[in-house]
């Protein structure tokens, strides 16, 4: 049985390949190629075909990358675009493309130019008229954000957070009011002193998210309040290791806001469903939707008193 699903599989991928190949893949862009974040079976059959086609890949690590082809069976011509060369690799690849060469853009894991090199490229390749196509494919960010369970239904992108104690400060101080969930990336080595900083700026009991090693084998989803958050590092050396994405749960409304979505929802209902207000006062107020839709279904119960 076991058999005959891999040959079904095999099958599928065989007949995907074809398809995607009788795309148009047009010379003179940049193609900006998603690889997996661990688990490399997380690459699509869109990228794979993509890479297979480009007349050079210009990558973070040409060691890495290297490594990551010959995983696929696939070889192509490498060239460095990381942060130290991006504006020289950004005048290479536009004189490339307007010879019409294929350059496929990729970073060691993920999605480039997120909290990754490749922005400068991609606008240098924009700049001069030339076309730049996503691939899409792996994301820690949305990842983590997707097995969450927070329920804000906005995210503040972040990144790294500075390494300096007090412009880490003055960075979380300013994203504290923020009620949209705060997406960090972190390296194992700071993991610890960032938590602790996020547990000072932003209280005990916000919500947080410790997601590492996603996709591998060793993956991790822990969610706890902040202030249980140090103990959890602490418990297990293991927690500390590996690449982190860090969520953390948007501040509360302000009465003052909520009473102003009364307002706005008081007057919609009388034209519109609960569910149409709570998504005009969600457009309107910036509160979450899910919010104002349970203060919509309150207001609009008929009162049995």
Same mark, same amino acid.
């Given at each position: 049985?076991?058999?005959?699903?891999?040959?079904?599989?095999? =099958?599928?991928?065989? !007949? %995907?390949?074809?398809?995607?190949?009788?795309?148009? @893949?047009?010379?003179?862009?940049?193609?900006?190629?998603?690889?997996?974040?661990?688990?490399?079976?997380? &690459?699509?059959?869109?990228?794979?075909?993509?890479?297979?086609?480009?007349? /050079?890949?210009?990558?973070?690590? =040409?060691?890495?990358?290297?490594?990551? %082809?010959?995983?696929?069976?696939?070889?192509?011509?490498?060239?460095?675009?990381?942060?130290? *060369?991006?504006?020289? /690799?950004?005048?290479?690849?536009?004189?490339?493309?307007?010879?019409?060469?294929? &350059?496929?853009?990729?970073?060691?894991?993920?999605?480039?130019?997120?909290?990754?090199?490749?922005?400068?490229?991609?606008?240098?390749?924009?700049?001069?008229?030339?076309?730049? &196509?996503?691939?899409?494919?792996?994301?820690?960010?949305?990842?983590?954000? !997707?097995? !969450?369970?927070? %329920?804000?239904?906005?995210?503040?992108?972040?990144?790294? #957070?500075?390494?300096?104690?007090?412009?880490?400060? $003055?960075?979380?101080?300013? #994203? /504290?009011?923020?009620?949209? $969930?705060?997406?960090?990336?972190?390296?194992?080595?700071?993991?610890?002193?960032?938590? *602790?900083?996020?547990?000072?700026? @932003?209280?005990?009991?916000?919500?947080?998210? &410790?997601?590492?090693?996603?996709?591998?084998?060793?993956?991790?989803?822990?969610?706890?309040?902040?202030?249980?958050?140090?103990?959890?590092?602490?418990?297990?050396? *293991?927690?500390?290791?590996?690449?982190?994405?860090?969520?953390?749960?948007?501040?509360?409304?302000?009465?003052?806001?909520?009473?102003?979505?009364?307002?706005?929802?008081?007057? #919609?209902?009388?034209?519109?469903?609960? !569910?149409?207000?709570?998504?005009?006062?969600?457009?309107? =107020?910036?509160?979450?939707?899910?919010?104002?839709?349970?203060?919509?279904?309150?207001?609009?119960?008929?009162?049995?008193?």
């Amino acid at each position: 049985m076991e058999q005959a699903n891999a040959q079904d599989l095999t =099958t599928l991928l065989t !007949s %995907l390949a074809e398809e995607v190949s009788r795309q148009g @893949f047009p010379a003179g862009a940049l193609y900006v190629v998603a690889t997996p974040i661990g688990n490399l079976a997380d &690459i699509s059959v869109r990228a794979l075909t993509v890479l297979s086609l480009m007349d /050079a890949v210009a990558c973070e690590d =040409t060691r890495n990358t290297g490594q990551l %082809l010959a995983r696929y069976r696939l070889s192509r011509p490498l060239f460095a675009a990381h942060q130290h *060369n991006e504006r020289e /690799a950004a005048q290479k690849i536009v004189d490339r493309l307007r010879h019409g060469e294929r &350059i496929a853009l990729v970073s060691d894991a993920g999605t480039p130019a997120i909290s990754d090199p490749g922005a400068k490229i991609v606008d240098a390749v924009r700049d001069a008229g030339l076309p730049v &196509i996503p691939v899409a494919g792996a994301s820690a960010a949305v990842a983590a954000l !997707s097995a !969450s369970g927070l %329920l804000s239904e906005q995210f503040y992108f972040v990144g790294f #957070l500075p390494a300096r104690d007090r412009q880490r400060a $003055t960075e979380l101080a300013a #994203l /504290a009011p923020l009620t949209a $969930t705060l997406v960090f990336y972190e390296a194992p080595h700071r993991v610890v002193d960032t938590v *602790n900083a996020l547990l000072q700026a @932003f209280g005990p009991h916000r919500k947080v998210v &410790i997601a590492r090693e996603l996709s591998k084998l060793f993956e991790q989803i822990h969610r706890c309040a902040l202030a249980d958050a140090p103990a959890w590092l602490a418990g297990d050396i *293991n927690h500390q290791r590996g690449e982190f994405v860090l969520l953390v749960e948007g501040a509360a409304q302000a009465a003052d806001d909520l009473d102003e979505a009364k307002r706005l929802l008081a007057i #919609l209902l009388e034209a519109c469903t609960v !569910s149409q207000a709570a998504a005009l006062a969600a457009k309107i =107020t910036g509160i979450k939707k899910n919010t104002l839709y349970t203060l919509a279904l309150q207001m609009s119960e008929p009162d049995t008193d």
